[in-house]
């Protein structure tokens, strides 16, 4: 990302000192968030890093935890979890907030219950409480989700409803199929994260390299150099 930036910035500089990318590339790499009281990025030279580091501290206490998590227990964090998340989007009028240095504090509270949403339904589908489920094709399930994605945006009402009953419903269907996942799915599947972590800085390197003009065949190249 430092390398990037820089290499970038000579084309089209921001006047951003070279000392100050160093520092903050640095901070990006062990996840350390930078705060403060305005929308810039809590990690300014890799913006999707914000959830990285919530997902971060979350496993570790969920490493210390492990053993006592109940599905009990995880269905009151779940609540407890999604009650904040519902007072504080219907406060701020949006449920995209944790990015910002202003909001980067939020950013565990507000990725805490998906979390234990997932580690509730794993329990519960090993233990065999989704067996009265209807039987639904991943592919079919996959299509839906990628159609909700495309959707224009609806307002917070609309993200809350796909957190909360959309996203956990769907990953129940998942958990109760007996259907063999296609291996394009699991190559997808290996290949999401990774590109979810790299994506941004190859398009903000693009994106200062064509002078702010992201084109479709720029935006193509800077997502094939990603993979």
Not at 42 to 57: D, H, K, T
Not at 115 to 128: D, M
Not at 212 to 221: E, M, P, Q
């Amino acid at each position: 990302a430092v390398v990037g930036f820089l290499a970038a910035d000579r084309l089209n500089p921001s006047h951003v000192p070279a000392l100050a990318v160093i520092l903050a590339g640095l901070q990006n790499a062990v996840l350390i968030p930078m705060l403060g009281t305005s929308a810039v990025d809590a990690f300014p030279l890799n913006g999707p890093s914000w959830s990285l580091f919530a997902e971060l501290w979350i496993n570790a206490g969920f490493a210390l935890v492990a053993t006592r998590l109940t599905p009990r227990l995880l269905a009151v964090i779940v609540a407890a979890g999604w009650a904040f998340l519902i007072a504080h989007t219907l406060q701020a009028g949006t449920a995209d907030f944790g990015a910002t240095q202003a909001t980067i504090l939020y950013a565990i509270p507000r990725s805490l219950p998906s979390f234990a949403c997932g580690v509730l339904i794993f329990k519960l589908g090993r233990n065999g409480a989704l067996q009265s489920l209807p039987p639904a094709h991943p592919l079919l399930l996959f299509g839906l989700w990628a159609a909700i994605s495309f959707l224009p945006k609806m307002g917070p009402v609309f993200d809350l409803a796909q957190i909360i009953i959309t996203a956990p419903l769907m990953l129940a269907l998942l958990a109760n199929t007996s259907r063999a996942t296609p291996a394009w799915c699991l190559w997808l599947g290996r290949l999401s994260y990774p590109l979810y972590a790299t994506h941004a800085v190859i398009v903000d390197v693009a994106q200062k390299y064509s002078g702010g003009r992201l084109s479709i065949w720029v935006i193509v190249t800077a997502l094939v150099l990603a993979l």
